[in-house]
């Protein structure tokens, strides 16, 4: 038994070491490909650079970080010109703000470029592209499209949308402003969800020019004075190094972790994970990959626009099926459980939160919540039922403990004379005849023979004979057995 426990150890301290190691490894593989691929400009050469800023994403909190962060490296390495290549369906208000923001108090010039052909930069992308200093478009892009909509999409109750729409439109206005755009045709973007082409983008005072690609806009844009935060910079792109950062493996990972059906999948997930490993202390992999999923699930709704209500139901989800685990059987709270789940679910994200531009408005799919939700409710049901089923049957007795040695019969493998030993249940024991006080001092059985065990003492057993089989015992000691 202590070999096996110390087997058991050593095998379970080897996991542990290979699980740090590995957590290890993926964690400096994450470092690496989080660092930002950009180099520093090259001042001493004299060669000017242009930061290019990949930006294929929806506008949330996760693509407002990189931004502000891809902008911030820009001035501090002191580049010739940022250009943002955008292609968006747009996003949430408060990200779209951040990032205006950005762009607006930059000290390094700033040029957007909706690229590749196809793209567009509607909604959220509207307000970010007028606010760059200089504006060019790929052909068959578009811009525009930019009333705002409730959390899930949809239409905003009179009264909100009247308040809601004036404010946006307000903050479209400053920007035109700002930039020396056309205010009335980007305002008509908000007020009627005006979209216009790449051509028609410049011909309304919108965008600067049409471009196909980056060195063709570098060609355009070489020698023009560019507005910047508190004064107007000429810029020289000829024969200018193009320095490309796009969003490192981390940014794109927590933007796919923050997709709310992802999230509230993991969630789930990691939730059956914790029951089954609390149901089944011991197993590890359940509980490890449980945590795991929670940890990754939270991180994700971290970086959503999620409503309390949404992550107070589904905490109270986790903890029911956690008493669940500790009260098998019981289905109360399981079933609570996966109620919590459905409205937390309902809740989290979208539907109940503040208004914002269409395009990238996420909100957990109802068909996702009703299919994880039935799993785990199915799933805790089921393993409840399987309790119910385990105490109903009657428990299994190992032929070796002392409930199943008692009253077998044992063959003698060494003379009881009184004491010897006898094999029973697949094992040897010690043995001796019982009531031995009251037999006499050469009452022995032979090996061969068969005693029954009367009872055991750690691991010692006492026996009797089954048939008379006891060697130079009279009549009284017979009587003294019985």
């Given at each position: ?13 080897a ?6 190691a ?7 593989a ?6 930002p ?10 060669q000017?650079?242009?930061r ?5 994403a ?6 407002a ?6 902008i911030?490296?820009a ?11 955008l292609d968006t ?12 923001t950005?762009?607006?108090e ?5 040029a957007v ?7 567009q930069?509607?909604?959220a ?5 007028a606010a760059a200093g200089?504006?060019?478009m ?8 930019a009333?705002?909509?409730d959390g ?19 903050f ?14 980007l305002?008509?973007?908000v ?5 216009y ?5 410049v011909d309304e ?9 980056i060195?063709?806009l ?24 193009i320095?490309?950062?796009?969003m490192?493996?981390i940014d794109?990972?927590i ?16 939730t059956?994970?914790l ?9 590890f992999?359940?509980?490890t ?6 940890v ?9 626009d ?5 992550v107070i139901f589904?905490a ?10 500790q009260?098998?059987?019981?289905s109360y709270f399981?079933?609570a459980?996966?109620?919590?789940l459905?409205i937390g679910?309902?809740?989290l ?12 408005i ?13 799993s785990?409710i199915?799933?805790v049901?089921?393993l409840?039922?399987?309790v ?5 049957t009657?428990?299994?007795q ?9 009253g077998q ?6 003379e ?15 043995a001796?005849?019982?009531?031995a ?6 009452t ?7 005693v029954?065990v009367?009872r ?7 026996v009797e ?7 130079g ?9 019985v």
């Amino acid at each position: 038994m202590l070999a096996r426990d110390l087997n058991f150890s050593m095998a379970r301290s080897a996991v542990l070491r290979r699980s740090a190691a590995l957590l290890l490894a993926v964690t400096g593989a994450l470092l690496l490909f989080a660092a930002p691929a950009t180099e520093p400009a090259d001042a001493q050469s004299g060669q000017p650079v242009v930061r290019v800023i990949e930006l294929d994403a929806n506008i949330d909190i996760v693509s407002a970080r990189y931004l502000k962060r891809a902008i911030s490296k820009a001035n501090d390495d002191g580049v010739e010109l940022a250009v943002i290549e955008l292609d968006t369906p747009g996003g949430t208000l408060d990200s779209t703000r951040d990032m205006v923001t950005a762009i607006l108090e930059s000290e390094v010039p700033i040029a957007v470029f909706v690229s590749p052909e196809g793209a567009q930069a509607a909604s959220a992308g509207t307000f970010i592209s007028a606010a760059a200093g200089f504006l060019a478009m790929a052909p068959a892009t578009n811009i525009g499209a930019a009333s705002p909509v409730d959390g899930s999409g949809g239409d905003l109750p009179d009264t909100l949308e009247s308040k809601v729409t004036q404010d946006t439109a307000a903050f479209m206005r400053s920007i035109a402003e700002e930039r020396g755009r056309n205010v009335d045709a980007l305002e008509a973007t908000v007020l009627q969800a005006t979209s216009y082409s790449a051509s028609e983008a410049v011909d309304e005072g919108i965008a600067d020019v049409v471009v196909r690609h980056i060195d063709e806009l570098l060609e355009e844009i070489d020698g023009r004075s560019i507005q910047t935060f508190d004064t107007s910079m000429t810029v020289s792109t000829a024969n200018a190094r193009i320095d490309r950062v796009g969003m490192s493996f981390i940014d794109r990972t927590i933007s796919f972790l923050a997709n709310p059906n992802i999230a509230f999948l993991l969630i789930s997930l990691g939730t059956i994970g914790l029951i089954v490993e609390l149901w089944n202390p011991g197993m590890f992999i359940p509980g490890t990959l449980g945590v795991a999923f929670l940890v990754l699930g939270w991180v994700g709704i971290g970086n959503l626009d999620f409503s309390w209500a949404g992550v107070i139901f589904l905490a109270l989800a986790i903890l029911l099926f956690v008493l669940e685990s500790q009260a098998p059987g019981v289905s109360y709270f399981g079933i609570a459980g996966g109620v919590a789940l459905v409205i937390g679910g309902v809740f989290l994200v979208g539907r109940f939160t503040d208004p914002n531009l269409p395009g990238g408005i996420q909100t957990v799919s109802y068909w996702v919540v009703g299919i994880v939700s039935g799993s785990v409710i199915a799933f805790v049901l089921w393993l409840s039922w399987q309790v119910r089923q385990a105490a109903k049957t009657p428990p299994w007795q190992s032929q070796t403990s002392s409930e199943g040695v008692l009253g077998q019969e044992a063959l003698v493998t060494r003379e009881l004379a009184p004491s010897g030993e006898v094999h029973v249940g697949g094992e040897f024991w010690s043995a001796e005849l019982a009531n031995a006080e009251f037999l006499p001092p050469d009452t022995k059985i032979a090996r061969g023979e068969h005693v029954r065990v009367v009872r055991i003492e750690d691991v010692h057993l006492y026996v009797e004979p089954i048939s008379d089989t006891v060697q130079g015992r009279g009549d009284d000691s017979a009587q003294a057995n019985v």
